[in-house]
T-cell receptor
Framework: ETGVTQTPRHLVMGMTNKKSLKCEQH?????MYWYKQSAKKPLELMFV???????ENNSVPSRFSPECPNSSHLFLHLHTLQPEDSALYLC???????????????FGPGTRLTVL | QKEVEQDPGPLSVPEGAIVSLNCTYS??????FMWYRQYSRKGPELLMY????GNKEDGRFTAQVDKSSKYISLFIRDSQPSDSATYLC?????????FGPGTRLSVLP
């Protein structure tokens, strides 16, 4: 398997459920990202992990909890979500986002999340 | 003022037309500029990547950056129905990646 993969592709959950999204990258990259994409809005960066260390948390509510056990895997744990959290959640990876780097991000197909 | 602005469209053109997609930005620190294509129900796919001002060509696609005007463009020549997608501009400096909201393009056969 190549590139960036995400599972599940679709998820429907109630507001009291706990679920997890999984991302895996097969590109040998060192940085991984979670984005939220809502209809007609720009991609919203949620979390950045660089060499397994979280370097960015863009004021994301605590009901979203990321986990990066190694540089190839990234999880997003979901708990007591709200209907407005329904969106496409995209994972991305890049080689090295250090300042001055010539980095680009490669995206997975996303998980379409619906919160009832 | 939004950091990156992009006309959301939708933009409809006939097959074979030249398409021009544009973004403006406010932060002069951006140095790297990208265009992504996103098909329905898929993640964004990197199309073009440019550094600083100038033009870059790849097949039917040309990316243009004008840093003095804070304006970037993507041109698609001989557009095809398979080019129908949402096109996202993105720009970057340091660890700061910023995306535009995307322009939805339809190429009609």
């Amino acid at each position: 398997e190549t590139g960036v993969t995400q599972t599940p592709r679709h998820l429907v959950m109630g507001m009291t459920n706990k679920k997890s999204l999984k991302c895996e990258q097969h590109l040998g990259h060192n940085a991984m990202y979670w984005y939220k994409q809502s209809a007609k809005k720009p991609l919203e960066l949620m979390f950045v992990y660089n060499f397994k260390e979280q370097t960015e948390n863009n004021s994301v509510p605590s009901r979203f909890s990321p986990e990066c056990p190694n540089s190839s895997h990234l999880f997003l744990h979901l708990h007591t979500l709200q209907p407005e959290d329904s969106a496409l959640y995209l994972c991305a990876s890049s080689q090295d986002p250090r300042p001055g780097g010539t980095d680009t991000q490669y995206f997975g197909p996303g998980t379409r999340l619906t919160v009832l | 003022q939004k950091e990156v602005e992009q006309d959301p469209g939708p933009l409809s053109v006939p097959e074979g037309a030249i398409v021009s997609l544009n973004c403006t930005y406010s932060n002069s620190a951006f140095q790297y500029f990208m265009w992504y294509r996103q098909y329905s129900r898929k993640g964004p796919e990197l199309l073009m990547y440019t550094y600083s001002s100038g033009n870059k060509e790849d097949g039917r696609f040309t990316a243009q950056v004008d840093k003095s005007s804070k304006y970037i463009s993507l041109f698609i020549r001989d557009s095809q129905p398979s080019d129908s997608a949402t096109y996202l501009c993105a720009m970057y400096y340091g660890q700061n990646f910023v995306f535009g909201p995307g322009t939805r393009l339809s190429v009609l056969p």
